[in-house]
């Protein structure tokens, strides 16, 4: 097993080593999350917003990496190893834009609800939206639901097209020539 396998390119990745090498970036990536959600990372300044982007672009590296490794040690070019990553992570993206979307549109249902107006027309109301985003910003608490389930939507909407592409790369042996 070549653990520099999961962190560098250029290393030759076996099946075993690839396999062991995801589920250790996917445990990172989980401890990532609950660093982020537990507020262990800090909430103000310029850190607040490198830490994030910058552990997920890390953690996207590694993996990809961790491709291209695999494709090296089956005696084959690290090109379609942009396939599986660059998927995941546009699933990774657009699946946390899709439920951050719809559960903020429920927040904002029942919010209208409370304000004893009918949804569809106070969503069109620029004075409501602020009223919205005045009390969401005032309740943390109403969001937080939000953003921890976020988290767990975009965790699982990139490790789950990795892990069905693993199989895949695994299987993979050198090219045969005829």
Do not use: H, K
């Not at 590296?61 to 379609?80: E, K, T, Y």
């Not at 988290?151 to 892990?163: E, G, K, R, Y």
């Amino acid at each position: 097993m070549n653990p520099l396998a999961f962190f560098l390119p250029g290393q030759r990745a076996s099946s075993s080593t690839f396999f062991i090498g995801l589920v250790v970036l996917a445990a990172l990536d989980a401890a990532r999350l609950w660093a982020l959600q537990s507020g262990m990372m800090p909430s103000e300044g310029p850190v607040a917003m490198i830490a994030p982007i910058g552990s997920l672009i890390l953690i996207t590296l590694f993996v990809l990496f961790l491709f291209m490794n695999r494709r090296a040690d089956a005696q084959r070019g690290p090109g379609l190893a942009f396939l599986p990553v660059g998927l995941s992570l546009l699933v990774r993206i657009v699946g946390a834009g899709i439920f951050v979307t719809v559960a903020g549109m429920g927040m904002m249902q029942e919010f209208a609800a409370e304000q004893g107006q009918d949804w569809m027309t106070a969503a069109q109301d620029p004075a409501f939206q602020e009223q919205f985003q005045a009390w969401s910003e005032a309740n943390p608490d109403a969001t937080d639901g939000i953003q921890l389930t976020s988290a767990i939507v975009s965790f699982a909407a990139f490790w789950v097209p990795i892990a069905l592409f693993s199989f895949w790369f695994a299987g993979m042996g050198p090219e045969i020539e005829d």
